[in-house]
Structures are given as structure tokens and as C-alpha cells.
């Protein structure tokens, strides 16, 4: 039995080795999921808040944040339907623009006339 104990200290300390591991990979992957969202926070406000071009930059930084090995289902779904959404208010906003300058184009003209 006394011969036995520093192999069993051994095993004990490789299990708590091993633990410690995984508890550091999973860690590390947990602040990586963080920083993910941090930038999709970022990318979504340039999205929606943003001028044309912010809005543009934040619908291809969703875009590229959505090829990340770190989401998963759920949060690959979420996405999805965010950045369609996101890319509709970008369509209608261009749109929206497009029209006022047309008008004050218009507007203009009129009133040289």
C-alpha cells in the first residue's frame, strides 16, 4: 500500500491537471464569445444607427461575424434574421435618401425656373 501512494498522488494530480485544462479552454472560449458579441453589438449599432456608409460597414462586418467558428445554432439563427432585417432598413434607408435628393433636385429646378 505504501508503495502505491505516490502513484496514486500522481493519477490525483494528472485529473486535477486535466481539469484545470479544460477549465482554461473553456474560459478562453468563453471570453472569445464575449469579444464575438462585443463586435456584433458594434457592428449592429453602425447598422442601424449609422449614416449610409456606417450602414453598410456594419451589414458586412455582420456578414463577416457570421462566418465565425464560435457561434453556435441558436446564435447563428438570431443572426441571420438580424442582418436580414438590418439589410432591409439599409435598402429602404438608401431608398429613402435617393428620393430626397431627387426631390431637392426637383424642388431646385422649380424654383430656378
Not at 456606417?54 to 441571420?80: C, H, M, N, P, W
Not at 430626397?100 to 424654383?111: E, S, V
Request: zero cysteines.
Amino acid at each position: 500500500m505504501a508503495a502505491s501512494a505516490p502513484l496514486a498522488t500522481l493519477f490525483a494530480a494528472l485529473i486535477d491537471g486535466g481539469i484545470a485544462a479544460a477549465a482554461l479552454i473553456q474560459r478562453h472560449r468563453a471570453d472569445k464569445r464575449d469579444q464575438w458579441w462585443k463586435r456584433a453589438e458594434w457592428a449592429l449599432d453602425l447598422a442601424i444607427e449609422g449614416d449610409l456608409s456606417a450602414k453598410f460597414i456594419g451589414v458586412s462586418a455582420l456578414t463577416q461575424l457570421g462566418d465565425s467558428k464560435l457561434l453556435g445554432r441558436e446564435e447563428e439563427r438570431f443572426l441571420y434574421e438580424v442582418v436580414g432585417s438590418v439589410q432591409d432598413l439599409v435598402i429602404e434607408s438608401a431608398a429613402q435618401k435617393s428620393q430626397t435628393k431627387r426631390k431637392r433636385r426637383l424642388f431646385r429646378r422649380t424654383d430656378a425656373s
